[in-house]
């Protein structure tokens, strides 16, 4: 039987092409050893006239950040009529839109924080929301952008209207949750392991964090109470419900356990493409649950279609 034919996007020209060429790249190298026929395409403004003219059976979408993981490349794959992996058009867009994206989690009983979209050059000298908040990009992954404003700052960050600041005109304000960090991946209509992340020399899990190798500790399973595991699992299939998502997903948490066990538990956002890298989350937490790094993304490619 002739293998499947995988073309796997990555690189792309968001800001976390570097996330999503190492990403993609170790799908490559696994879809390779597990008996695929793997294509690896950096993605560029012609990738619709390179994947017509590669017509791969499956696209294997590695990439992260707009373009890749916002509804765009998906509405190009659509036209096409080539299977891919991950969420489809709406389910990509409305998930990369923080805010949206919290707006139907509240309206299905997720618990979220508080926030509100502003002008970032509106925001001046004086705080949109009581310290402490963070200020996020609406429309970015990888925490690029993203600002912790804690309780004794006497002003908002000074970068967010200086022309530094290059993720758009509005942001998100949002109540800093205090807490544990918890992830939850799902695969398919299954909630797998929770995760913990502890970030090693940083105030939180930041860029480097995520991708440096020791920037983070991963406990998987998370040393949590059964209780709030399982509802962790349950939000985060409810998430993926909801928002519409296909294939793999991640959902990320804020768990406030510091006065009793039952604690406050927030949900932050949905990933629709973790990533997939050395140090990335859903690999550790698939193997965890009895997946490895192989048999996850053969599930992915097999589980590829259109009209997602």
């Given at each position: ?33 597990v008996g695929y ?29 707009p373009f890749g ?42 618990p979220v924080a ?195």
């Open positions: 039987m002739t293998p499947k034919h995988v073309a796997v996007l990555l690189g792309g020209f968001s800001s976390e092409r570097p996330v999503s060429l190492s990403s993609g790249n170790s799908c490559a190298d696994e879809l390779e050893a026929r793997v294509t690896r395409v950096d993605v560029g403004r012609d990738v619709c006239s390179v994947l017509a003219e590669l017509k791969p059976d499956v696209v294997f979408n590695a990439l992260h950040g993981e916002d509804g765009t490349i998906q509405g190009i794959l659509e036209y096409l009529a080539i299977p891919y992996t991950h969420s489809g058009v709406l389910a990509s867009a409305l998930a990369m839109n923080k805010e949206q994206a919290k707006r139907v989690a509240k309206a299905v009983g997720i508080e926030s509100k979209i502003v002008d970032r050059f509106s925001i001046g000298n004086k705080h949109p929301m009581s310290t402490p908040y963070v200020v996020k990009p609406v429309s970015e992954g990888s925490s690029f952008g993203v600002v912790i404003v804690k309780e004794d700052q006497s002003h908002p960050p000074q970068i967010i209207g200086s022309p530094e600041w290059k993720f758009g005109g509005t942001v998100m304000v949002e109540r800093y949750v205090h807490g544990r960090e918890l992830t939850c991946a799902v695969m398919g209509d299954v909630a797998l392991g929770v995760c913990e992340i502890v970030p090693t020399g940083h105030s939180f899990y930041d860029y480097d964090s995520k991708y440096v190798a020791g920037g983070s500790k991963h406990e998987v399973p998370a040393k949590i109470s059964l209780n709030i595991y399982q509802k962790i699992q349950t939000l985060a299939l409810k998430a993926h419900q909801a928002i519409g998502c296909r294939g793999v997903s991640r959902s990320d948490f804020r768990y406030d356990d510091r006065h009793s066990e039952n604690g406050e538990l927030i949900w932050l956002e949905v990933n629709t493409q973790p990533g997939m890298t050395p140090t990335s989350l859903v690999p550790e937490i698939a193997a965890q649950a009895g997946h490895s790094f192989g048999e996850l993304l053969s599930w992915m490619v097999e589980d590829a279609s259109c009209s997602r």
